[in-house]
């Protein structure tokens, strides 16, 4: 079958936020020590930062970052992690089964991400936390003076304050893995006493211009007994004071399964249809209250991560080697599907953040005292954080099926983006059919266009990674531009098990 892509530059989905682009930092594994932080590395700057994994960064292109948690920040006390670092006191993480040195904090964390060209997200304990302690972390960073928890920030790291705009409210708190977890009433209730006190400390309004942004927890995936009723409560119980719901959701490949690689392949339309429960939602419950606010979603953890093989021992070790998972060709394939997802969904998803960022389940590896390099996930999500730029086009696509052991889906999977400043149309299509596909792009109402790059990445083995011994073994590479014809169609094909980026420009 031949597939065609149509796009108008008139029929536009949403304008694309910046922050769709963020990433996750929690005390896991090895993400922070032996990870961004690694002071006796050759490459560490002097404030113990890997300048290497901050290059990488930076190439990867990633707007905001989520700290410190996670599991984690359900038993943490933010308290812990400033100061002198010699008089800073070790704890038992229960999120981990890990030992917490507490080293690196907030103030360590502001500094890395002025170092990494991003800004923070950070995150409540509502686990073993309080609204008052909320209140205090928020007064530590954002005050300008002239308070105890202010001018404390002023004596250990900063004279200026932080102004941290992005905050969640707590972390997966219908999880009964999650210290102290609750039901939706109760962290409803906390999580909005929570939110008006942050109103009143920063004197503005939800939706205000200049407002923090405060982000409540949604379901923590699907197959939660409580959702979607969960994230219905909480929307009830904090719409007024709140600006995101947030949304969790990893997928892995499951060789056991009956029709492990179609499965697999359906992942995009799972994450589409999980985002249109929690929009249906949110509408309803704005009807409700009869509200002219919109709240958005924000997907603060989301990709590919093998939980069948979870295992987080040896317990109660300093960032022991947990989770390190190893990408191959294959989960490159269905994370540029899911980045489609994001992207076409860009109306209500207004902040997305990739968990994580490095070691951990993580687009960037390193080895202790060695080098980091790319993983296969890395280069999916860099293409879209570099040009999906601008709005996202709504998409018209005709291709066969996938027949999958539990769901069908198209296999073709699509999203195009139109950045007008820049004059720029891009197509990033993953063709999950096992076959090549000769595909027509028909883009008629941008006039004459020129083909600009065209990169793919496909291989005969999709089980290829990318390792520190071969860190470049799979990467994209450059094919020949395509011809637009008629101004505006372009014939390409897209081979078996690929994912594709073509930009035009006009």
Not at 133 to 141: G, I, K, M, S, V
Not at 240 to 251: K, T, W
């Amino acid at each position: 079958m031949k597939y065609k892509i149509f796009a108008d530059k008139n029929l536009v989905v949403g304008a694309i936020s910046e922050n769709i682009y963020g990433s996750f930092l929690e005390h896991l594994g090895r993400a922070i020590y032996g990870g961004i932080y690694e002071p006796d590395h050759p490459s560490a700057d002097g404030n113990g930062f890997r300048k290497d994994v901050l290059s990488l960064i930076k190439e990867l292109g990633v707007s905001v970052v989520r700290y410190p948690g996670g599991n984690f920040v359900s038993g943490y006390d933010w308290k812990d992690g400033i100061g002198n670092v010699a008089e800073r006191k070790t704890r038992l993480d229960l999120g981990w089964k890990s030992i917490e040195t507490n080293e690196f904090g907030t103030d360590e964390f502001i500094k890395w991400c002025k170092a990494a060209g991003t800004q923070p997200m950070l995150a409540f304990n509502m686990g073993t936390g309080t609204p008052m302690d909320a209140l205090e972390y928020f007064e530590y960073c954002n005050h300008p003076s002239g308070t105890y928890f202010s001018d404390l920030r002023r004596k250990n790291a900063s004279e200026k304050p932080y102004n941290v705009k992005y905050w969640c409210i707590g972390n997966e708190m219908d999880g009964p893995w999650q210290t102290c977890s609750m039901d939706a009433e109760s962290y409803g209730k906390k999580a909005m006493q929570t939110a008006r006190m942050i109103r009143a400390a920063d004197c503005r309004a939800a939706g205000e211009d200049g407002a923090v942004k405060l982000t409540v927890c949604g379901s923590s995936n699907r197959e939660m007994p409580s959702y979607p009723e969960w994230d219905r409560v909480v929307l009830e119980n904090t719409y007024d004071e709140i600006d995101f719901l947030s949304m969790h959701r990893y997928y892995e490949y499951d060789p056991e399964g009956k029709k492990p690689l179609e499965d697999f392949f359906c992942s995009a339309d799972d994450m589409n249809e999980f985002i249109d429960v929690i929009r249906s939602t949110i509408k309803f419950v704005k009807e409700k209250k009869r509200s002219k606010r919109n709240i958005y979603i924000s997907f603060d953890e989301w990709n590919i991560w093998k939980q069948n093989k979870l295992d987080v021992t040896p317990f109660w070790r300093k960032a022991p080697p947990i989770l390190e998972d190893v990408y191959t060709l294959r989960d490159a394939l269905v994370f540029g599907g899911l980045m489609n997802t994001l992207l076409n969904n860009c109306d209500v998803v207004k902040v997305a953040c990739l968990a994580q960022l490095v070691n951990v389940i993580a687009p960037i590896m390193c080895e202790k005292g060695g080098i980091s390099y790319r993983q296969t996930i890395f280069y999916t999500f860099a293409f879209a954080s570099k040009n999906a730029r601008g709005e996202t086009l709504k998409t018209i696509t005709a291709c066969d099926r996938i027949e999958g052991g539990n769901r069908d889906a198209d296999s073709l999977n699509v999203c195009v983006t139109h950045n007008r400043e820049k004059r720029e149309v891009c197509v990033f299509a993953c063709n999950y059919a096992g076959e090549d596909r000769d595909t027509t792009i028909e883009l008629r109402s941008f006039g004459k266009l020129k083909c600009a790059r065209f990169v793919m990445m496909n291989g005969e083995d999709i089980s290829l990674t990318n390792t520190a011994a071969e860190p470049e073994r799979v990467v994209p590479r450059e094919a020949s531009p395509v011809e637009v014809y008629d101004e505006g169609k372009a014939d390409l094909t897209l081979k078996k098990h690929s994912w594709n980026f073509i930009k035009f420009t006009y």
